[in-house]
């Protein structure tokens, strides 16, 4: 077992303060694997210190040198990719081939196009007798959650350094093994002291903390509509700047005249890849009446080919859940589905064995009334629901108090109608993949401002006028 008892700041690894750990599990077998620091407050105020003191050297760089770094770390990363699956695998119990092209394959490709766009960025322009400068905020508390433990750490980092920042990163207690790989990978690369810096603990204490540290100028936070209204309370009392992506309810809307099946793997998919612990997941899936037939059997065929076990094996498609208080939360949504009326058409049950394992499950005769409709579940649950017309279908979609994703299969002329008419911030098309040049966040409470490309660098940009 690993104990883990340094902190990363100001360049270099700290022996903790404090005599309290964290353990972390491995999900598929309940095993305690290590046991991690939980920082002091004090600790934080050194992070912090370390990040404001290194501010002004790190935003007058030239845009190209900041970027020279992570050029370096893109090959770093390329380099230790397999140990940060293994590292993923064992602390968060993704698939083994999801792992690696999703949870290491994804922010290694989300970088590089990053900086492919961050080549050509202007940081000045001229508006008629003004110079329009963009430049850092400051201090930066990046707080991230478990499910994507490198991708949502790379997507704040990132674009954050690289617009003269430097942060502070508080990772989920969870997941934190991958976390601390990544600051050492950063060490190695060389960044200056003070411009990354890593602390580990707690949420509610820890994160909050950090969140309502005097100098932090922005909060980025990644995780739960709940923990993201909290911080924005925390982020008045001095202003902060906020950038948040919460929960979600997205809605796949299948049009007669698609591909029925397509838009059944579609929506499994996200529910089954990583669990359906993705907060874009399409777990809500509107059909026709019509359809509902032949729904069901396309469900059953996709649904019995899947293999659920150890992620450490290939063929397996559907690992655990993260832990022990998130299958609860699974299992009971599960149970009010039922109880609210739900039929469960698939699956639905723990797996007796080892590990948080979850049957991949589906429900039929939902109405977006429902519990299981409304609330983001975070595990591998689909809801299937029904409807007459197509405006009633984008009304279902949108009664939500979520918008981050969507979904419309179905000719192409006519679901770009729909999609137009979605109320969410990213909608895919007939399976359209994702550009890592477009922006990501949602509307509602699904968060504010925007993440990935050069859209997600300007969420961290100030902007001054000097006029002469």
């Not at 492919?116 to 508006?127: G, V």
Request: hydrophobic share 40%; aromatic share 8%.
């Amino acid at each position: 077992m690993e104990i883990v008892a340094q902190l990363f700041y100001d360049g270099r690894w700290h022996t903790g303060e404090s005599n309290t750990f964290s353990p972390i599990l491995n999900p598929a077998t309940e095993e305690v694997v290590a046991k991690v620091i939980q920082a002091t407050a004090n600790e934080v105020d050194q992070a912090v210190i370390a990040a404001k003191k290194a501010f002004p050297k790190w935003q007058a760089l030239k845009p190209r040198e900041r970027q020279a770094y992570f050029l370096r770390l893109k090959e770093a990363l390329i380099k230790y990719q397999e140990e940060l699956a293994q590292t993923i695998q064992l602390e968060l119990g993704s698939a083994f081939e999801f792992t690696r092209s999703v949870q290491v394959g994804g922010p290694i490709r989300e970088l590089t196009s990053l900086l492919e766009e961050f080549t050509s960025y202007n940081f000045e322009e001229t508006r008629e007798n003004a110079t329009i400068v963009k430049e850092g905020f400051g201090v930066v508390a990046c707080i991230t959650p478990w499910n994507y433990p490198l991708s949502q750490i790379q997507r704040k980092v990132a674009p954050a350094l690289l617009a003269g920042n430097t942060v502070v990163v508080k990772p989920a207690t969870n997941t934190p093994l991958t976390a601390i790989l990544y600051a050492k990978i950063i060490e190695e690369v060389g960044f200056p002291p003070g411009v990354f810096n890593l602390i580990t603990g707690s949420g509610s204490e820890i994160g909050a903390y950090l969140a309502n540290h005097p100098e932090v100028a922005v909060i980025s936070f990644t995780g739960s509509t709940k923990v993201g209204k909290s911080l924005y309370a925390l982020a008045s009392t001095n202003v902060k700047k906020l950038i948040l992506e919460l929960g979600g309810k997205s809605a796949l809307i299948y049009l007669k005249g698609g591909d029925l099946a397509k838009a059944v793997e579609l929506a499994a998919k996200t529910v089954i890849d990583n669990q359906g612990q993705t907060c874009s997941a399409l777990s809500r899936l509107l059909i026709p009446k019509t359809e509902l037939v032949k729904t069901k059997e396309l469900l059953i065929d996709y649904y019995q080919q899947l293999e659920i076990g150890d992620p450490q094996i290939v063929e397996n498609r559907v690992g655990p859940l993260v832990s022990k208080t998130q299958e609860a939360t699974v299992l009971n949504y599960i149970a009010q589905g039922e109880k609210e009326g739900a039929q469960r058409f698939i699956g639905g049950h723990k797996l007796p064995r080892k590990g948080y394992f979850i049957e991949p499950t589906v429900f039929l005769d939902v109405t977006n009334q429902m519990t299981i409709a409304q609330e983001e579940i975070f595990g591998p649950v689909l809801a299937v629901l029904t409807y007459e017309t197509v405006e009633e279908a984008i009304a279902l979609a949108n009664d939500s108090i979520y918008g981050l994703s969507g979904a419309v299969v179905g000719p192409k002329e006519e679901a770009m109608q729909v999609a137009r008419q979605l109320r969410t911030g990213n909608v895919s098309i007939n399976g359209a993949p994702r550009s890592f040049k477009a922006p990501f966040g949602g509307y509602k409470q699904s968060g504010l401002g925007r993440e990935i490309g050069l859209y997600g660098l300007e969420d961290y940009l100030e902007i001054k006028a000097i006029f002469r």
